[in-house]
């Protein structure tokens, strides 16, 4: 059994590569979207197996597929993410064999195209006069891209990427239940997850009594410069509590759009003045997290899933975090047993602001000690024969 693996540049690939030979030695063959450059390139791992493409400069990206599916009797394409060509690559292979397909999800592929069709609501207070609509996942940007180029809009991509997978694979199956919600079809959930940990190398953050010593008043918002991430919402309510102006506010936004991390720092201006802080240069993880586990509350401002990694380092180190309700995340973590608060209803005065105890802290810890999950777990029968 030989694999074939879909994926475009990022920091999530390198990681991933060793964990699937470790798991399926000399089978995995990856195809890498990305940068012609290698010096712009996120992914630093090399190898004979691992082969970059460029779909949109016209490269013969198919053949060059094509030939490694027939000299290495692939029968197993695992799709990271969904982009626009994995479409093209799985019409023109299943023309002439057939194959498994493993979907390993990401997110924006399944909450973008429900945002664009207005399916569900991801952006606060979009507007159809706003020019930012356009480039937002709302029901109007929907619109937009459909009548400007149908094949390609968001909504269309996943309905045609499902005709083809087996497999949806990731670790939150309330995921997989609103895709089949709003996209029913036959595809099967397997429970996959990136950031497993390794029994021969169980290291975590952070332990009870260990915890980053924390900041008095200080608020961390979001973790990137996202347009779900809703920053203009969290702002106007910290905004109107009485005693705000003693604390700071820190925005991480090193990732994201550039026009996104302008605004913010705009509107955090406004908003904060002096006490406004953005994290705009990026700094290796560890350095990241070194700088923001000192922050005694951590709020989140998303309506869908996003940002996992870090709303579990900051359940697991001490803050206190704050998620919107209507975030699968948010219900998800509750039915685990964190303690965790609500931004519409746990949010209503400076006091709610007021850091973890001790006890609550440890608490947290345990809660993660328990739902700790393993690559031996599920790794040894994610592939079906």
């Known amino acids: ?9 990022g920091h999530a690939i390198s990681h991933t590569i060793p964990i699937f030979d470790q798991y399926y030695p000399n089978s995995n063959y990856w195809f890498i979207s990305g940068a012609p450059d290698e010096n712009k390139r996120l992914t630093k791992i090399e190898g004979e197996n691992i082969t970059w493409i460029t779909p949109w400069t016209g ?9 490694i599916v027939e000299r290495k009797d692939i ?16 019409r023109f292979l299943s023309a002439k064999k057939k194959f498994k397909v493993y979907w390993i999800f990401w997110g924006f592929e399944l909450y973008w195209p429900l945002g664009y069709s207005g399916k569900k609501r991801l952006i606060d207070n979009s507007c159809i006069l706003h020019p930012m609509t356009y480039v937002q996942p709302t029901k109007w940007a929907g619109l937009f891209w459909y009548n400007l180029r149908k094949h390609h809009s968001p909504d269309k991509i996943i309905v045609d990427f499902l005709k083809y997978a087996d497999y949806f694979c990731f670790w939150l199956y309330e995921d997989y239940q609103m895709l089949q919600k709003y996209y029913p079809s036959p595809i099967k959930y397997k429970f996959f997850q990136y950031a497993a940990r390794r029994k021969d190398n169980d290291e975590d953050y952070c332990m009870p009594g260990s915890f980053f010593a924390k900041k008095p008043r200080t608020i961390i918002v979001n973790h990137q410069a996202s347009k779900t991430g809703n920053h203009i919402t969290i702002m106007k309510k910290l905004k ?20 996104i991390r302008r605004y913010v720092c705009w509107k955090g201006r406004k908003y904060f003045k002096g006490n406004f802080h953005a994290l705009t240069d990026f700094v290796p993880r560890d350095d990241y997290y070194n700088l923001v586990g000192s922050a005694e509350v951590a709020i989140f401002g998303q309506l869908r899933q996003e940002a996992a ?31 965790i608060f609500s931004f519409e209803n746990d949010l209503n005065s400076i006091d709610d602001l007021v850091g973890l105890t001790m006890e609550e802290k440890e608490y947290n810890v345990k809660v993660h000690e328990a739902n700790i999950v393993y690559y031996d777990d599920f790794m040894p029968t994610l592939i079906e024969d």
């Not at 059994?1 to 540049?9: E, P």
């Not at 029968?75 to 799985?90: K, Q, T």
């Not at 803050?319 to 685990?336: A, G, I």
Request: with cysteine; net charge negative.
């Open 1 to 9: 059994m030989n694999i074939l693996h879909l994926c475009f540049d």
């Open 59 to 67: 490269d013969d990206y198919l053949n060059l597929i094509d030939n």
């Open 75 to 90: 029968s197993v394409i695992i799709c990271h993410g969904v982009i626009n060509y994995y479409i093209d690559v799985l």
């Open 240 to 259: 109107s509590l009485a005693g705000i102006d003693d604390y700071h506010f820190f925005f991480p936004l090193s990732y994201g759009a550039r026009s």
């Open 309 to 339: 990694g870090n709303i579990e380092f900051f359940l697991t180190n001490g803050t206190k975090v704050f998620m919107r309700e209507d975030n699968v995340l948010y219900q998800h973590y509750k039915k685990q047993g964190y303690l």
